[in-house]
């Protein structure tokens, strides 16, 4: 069963005895996101979120995934919990494992994510501290994450599907030129598991409260591996954004702040960077908002030179202002 309007997310709010037949209830679609239907309902009672994931993202190109991926979510944002402070996670308050559905508190009235608060020009630094802190207490703290889930994260079949795959085979595939490269970094991701990985660290999965600090969603594509997935992946975003916004000094300043308060070790950064930026151009699911055809070829040879970089422990913030200055 797919929730796919707003009567049956109603119906099913009922059936599992969330709300009652007569309690009045809002409930509007949230967008953003191609992997899961998610909705947010409120009433006099509170806020909440319902997420349940799809089997098919909603991408143009063929890309599935195993729907049980939810259930990694949920149990991942409980660990976290013990981590990161109450404010930066929600709260799960039901799980359905049946329908592969869970429900979690939600953030306050009228946040955005960082993505769009960038998009319409606001840069504030705050975000991008809090953002590096957050990762770096889950990187480092993920001693206190139970032993038994442990071992059920070294699974990591749903990295394997939603980025290993359609980033970085799929890129093999359009880059055969590229393949010993590409697999020493798969290689690095699926083998050196030392800690507890988003995953799916993006501007776009920050609700940013009004005192800039975030809110951190989207737990999907948790694992334990690499910690160097994450800020690889932060990063790649942040420099997107900057080429398409052509705002250089403030996107440079984030990343400087982002890169001076995250605190966890990690090794070839960029060439991970690099492997990041081609996926957003050339992987199953590119970037939207970059269509001019001379930048993205721009970037393109830029992450190619990254890719090929030997040095594990190149300078990567000089060699991400040398971009933009």
């Known amino acids: 069963m797919i929730l796919e309007n707003i009567e049956e997310v109603r119906g099913y709010l009922i059936k599992e005895g969330l709300i009652g037949k007569n309690t009045e209830v809002e409930i509007s679609r949230l967008t953003g996101g191609v992997s899961c239907r998610v909705w947010k309902a409120s009433s006099n009672k509170g806020r909440w979120v319902l997420k349940q994931a799809l089997d098919k993202l909603e991408v143009q190109a063929d890309w599935f995934s195993d729907v049980e991926r939810i259930h990694r979510e949920h149990k991942t944002m409980e660990q976290i919990g013990l981590i990161v402070p109450d404010s930066n996670v929600p709260k799960v308050l039901h799980v359905d494992y049946v329908n592969h559905i ?4 939600c953030a306050e009235e009228g946040v955005q994510t960082w993505k769009d608060l960038m998009m319409q020009g606001i840069f504030n630094a705050e975000t991008a501290k809090s953002a590096a802190i957050t990762l770096s207490r889950i990187h480092s703290l993920s001693d206190k994450v139970d032993e038994n889930l442990k071992l059920e994260f070294s699974d990591q079949k749903y990295f394997e599907q939603l980025r290993i795959d359609p980033f970085h085979r799929f890129l093999i595939r359009k880059y055969p030129e590229l393949s010993a490269p590409i697999n020493k970094l798969i290689n690095e991701l699926t083998t050196q598991k030392t800690c507890l990985v988003h995953g799916d660290f993006s501007p776009k999965n920050m609700l940013v ?19 160097v997935f994450d800020p690889a992946y932060c990063l790649g975003h942040l420099m997107l954004k900057a080429w398409h916004l052509r705002k250089y000094p403030e996107l440079l300043g984030l990343i400087k702040t ?3 308060h995250y605190s966890g070790k990690v090794h070839n950064l960029l060439c991970h960077l690099g492997l990041m930026l081609l996926a957003r151009m050339d992987g199953k699911s590119p970037v939207n908002y970059i269509q001019d055809e001379e930048l993205k070829q721009l970037i393109r040879v830029k992450a190619i030179e990254w890719i090929l970089n030997e040095d594990p422990d190149a300078d990567v913030w000089n060699a991400i202002r040398s971009q933009f200055e």
């Open 209 to 227: 409260q009004q005192n800039g600090e975030i809110v951190l969603i989207d737990f999907e594509v948790a694992h334990w591996g690499n910690p």
């Open 102 to 105: 869970y429900m979690m508190t």
């Open 258 to 260: 982002f890169l001076d």
